[in-house]
């Protein structure tokens, strides 16, 4: 059984920050690279973030230099810390497996606005 639990979303103004915690459970984590999600209301969801087992990070180009992924692999959980929001970064946040699987959690939700 593999559930992954994604916290840490809020409401926060342009510029701000928020960490994101994503608690895997089952060998999902153990043995596999993590990814960062988002889905905005009417678009695909989109990768942004993704982590290997040996902490190797790859970013999306609308992230780099804001977004920090890493794990900690004692705790089975991913993290994902923001910095300098954009409105354009709302979406429902949700971590699985790179590449993705079938098991997505129920996401934490970001809204930036003033």
């Known amino acids: 059984q593999v559930q992954l639990v994604e916290s840490g979303g809020g409401l926060v103004q342009p510029g701000g920050s928020l960490r994101l915690s994503c608690a895997a459970s089952?060998?999902?984590?153990?043995?596999?690279?993590m990814g960062w999600y988002r889905q905005a209301p009417g678009k695909q969801r989109e990768v942004l973030a993704t982590i290997t087992t040996a902490g190797g990070t790859y970013y999306v180009d609308s992230v780099k230099g804001r977004f920090t992924i890493s794990r900690d692999n004692t705790k089975n959980t991913v993290y994902l810390q923001m910095n300098s929001l954009k409105p354009e970064d709302t979406a429902v946040y949700y971590c699985?497996?790179?590449?993705?699987?079938?098991?997505w959690g129920q996401g934490t939700q970001v809204t930036v606005s003033s």
């Open positions: 089952g060998s999902i984590f153990r043995i596999s690279a």
């Open positions: 699985n497996a790179n590449p993705y699987t079938m098991y």
